[in-house]
């Protein structure tokens, strides 16, 4: 195929002729002989379109775990903020997590961290949005919890999966996680204050004792420690 240039011209009310476009071809090289153009062209751009799709997803996950990124989770989190009235915010925090990277090496630790996404993931309904912040903590957002029963039962179901895996993981040793959650009480709760309620319950749970689970109600104001209902995992 070789260079070619197309021309239009327009033939103005004088009678003369104008030149108003001109269009400069360059040969492509992939293109088979007898081959339309762009249609060769479109495969092309449909080709591009998807890399960016691939690209642009990966940019937005946690590459070891498969989960979402801290970034990627917070914008997931405020556009769910925005859009519903319910809403409750769970930061896992593994316990000990040093102990298992100086004790067992840092390739178990991450192994760990795969398996605990894992297990957000079984225990969560596909809706949920689930997220790595970073180290060994991660943090699921979902509306429909079905109440504090419901959270709890599941919570116990979740833990009890964890600790059989992270036994065989571990060689029998195990190391378990605390729970922070925190509740969108109010319409114009901020991804900041849901995500503070929930790190103080968190930090309220590894107080007590690790392998705890605490929730606090309360997006309005100081933390009290009153405010929080804990319990055992």
């Known amino acids: 195929m070789d260079t070619r240039f197309s021309i239009v011209y327009e033939r103005e009310a004088s009678g003369e002729w104008k ?6 071809s360059m040969p492509y090289f992939d293109q088979g002989a007898g081959e339309y153009y762009p249609k060769e062209l479109s495969a092309k751009v449909k080709e591009a379109l998807e890399l960016v799709a691939v690209f642009k997803k990966k940019s937005e996950m946690d590459l070891m775990t498969g989960v979402l990124n801290h970034a990627s989770f917070q914008r997931m989190v405020e556009k769910m ?8 915010l769970y930061i896992i925090d593994l316990d000990d997590f040093k102990s298992v990277n100086d004790t067992y090496g840092h390739g178990t630790g991450d192994t760990l961290l795969k398996f605990m996404a894992d297990i957000l993931r079984k225990h969560f309904p596909d809706h949920a949005v689930i997220g790595r912040l970073g180290g060994d903590e991660f943090a699921v957002c979902q509306n429909d919890c079905g109440g504090r029963t419901e959270t709890e039962a599941r919570l116990t179901r979740m833990y009890e999966d964890y600790r059989a895996g992270a036994r065989e993981i571990l060689k029998g040793r195990i190391y378990g996680y605390s729970v922070g959650a925190a509740a969108k009480v109010r319409t114009d709760t901020t991804y900041r204050q849901l995500y503070e309620q929930a790190d103080a319950a968190l930090y309220a749970a590894k107080k007590q ?3 705890q689970f605490y929730f606090l109600p309360r997006t309005d104001g100081a933390v ?3 405010a929080a209902e804990g319990r055992n995992l």
């Open 224 to 226: 009290r420690s009153s």
């Open 209 to 211: 004792g690790k392998n």
């Open 19 to 24: 030149m108003v476009h001109i269009h400069h």
């Open 81 to 88: 903020l925005a859009e519903r009235e319910a809403l409750y």
